[in-house]
């Protein structure tokens, strides 16, 4: 297995323009979710999916879309990049139980000037 | 709501020496916990989990022991050593919750 798999590993854009991370994984994960991390301001929740097709807000959705057409996919747009974007993005699945681990992927670096 | 809450790093020490790493928890119910390790430039990993009272959760020296009377889930090892350096988060999960509640992470630094 894979594990989850996030592209690019590192990315710069400039301010106003979008672009899609890709994250998959292959452990037929129910449950998926994206995370930000911030120096001093640990992990920070954006979205998450409990199946394909159901998606909800997390702690700051703002300025991001998802959709999960898959199990397996789990893309995070952002539709017009701003400064404040800039951080590193994690992608993470888990089964279906109160005891079960979350599995991350490797991250993505973005940088927006 | 759910929250957790850890000691503020970073926590600085010497090679051989002991680790402690606070967490305190507040949930509804018996939820399961959870210490993830965070290496430079990676993701983050299961360090080790405890789901019930008592449990005792147990990985590469580390350990935790799940608390419910003091709501606490401590990480401890008995002997530090330069490749333990990285950030540690406690987390929770309560029966219902779709998504784990993270704390904040406490960066360790192991000098030799």
């Known amino acids: 297995n894979a594990g989850v798999t996030q592209t690019p590993k590192f990315q710069v854009l400039k301010t106003g323009q979008s672009m899609t991370l890709q994250c998959a994984q292959d452990?037929?994960?129910?449950?998926m979710s994206w995370y930000r991390q911030d120096p001093g301001m640990g992990l920070r929740l954006i979205h998450y999916?409990?199946?394909?097709?159901?998606?909800d807000q997390g702690e700051v959705p703002n300025g991001y879309n998802v959709s999960r057409s898959t199990t397996e996919d789990f893309p995070l747009r952002l539709l017009s990049a701003a400064p404040s974007q800039t951080s590193v993005y994690f992608c993470?699945?888990?089964?279906?139980?109160?005891?079960?681990?979350?599995?991350f992927g490797p991250g993505t670096r973005l940088l927006v000037l | 709501g759910d929250s957790v809450t850890q000691m503020e790093g970073p926590v600085t020490l010497s090679e051989e020496a002991f680790l402690t790493i606070n967490c305190t928890y507040t949930?509804?119910?018996?939820?399961?916990l959870f210490w993830y390790v965070q290496y430079p430039g990676e993701g983050l990993q299961l360090l080790l989990k405890?789901?019930?009272?008592?449990d005792k959760g147990s990985n590469k020296g580390f350990e935790a022991t799940y608390r419910k009377e003091t709501t606490s889930f401590h990480l401890e090892k008995g002997s530090v050593q330069v490749s333990d350096s990285a950030v540690y988060f406690c987390?929770?999960?309560?029966?219902?919750?779709?998504?784990?509640?993270f704390g904040r992470g406490t960066s360790l630094i192991v000098h030799p």
């Open positions: 993470a699945s888990s089964q279906d139980s109160r005891g079960e681990t979350q599995y």
């Open positions: 452990m037929n994960h129910e449950y």
């Open positions: 999916s409990v199946g394909a097709g159901i998606t």
């Open positions: 949930a509804t119910g018996y939820p399961s």
């Open positions: 405890a789901t019930k009272a008592d």
């Open positions: 987390a929770l999960k309560s029966r219902g919750s779709y998504i784990p509640t």
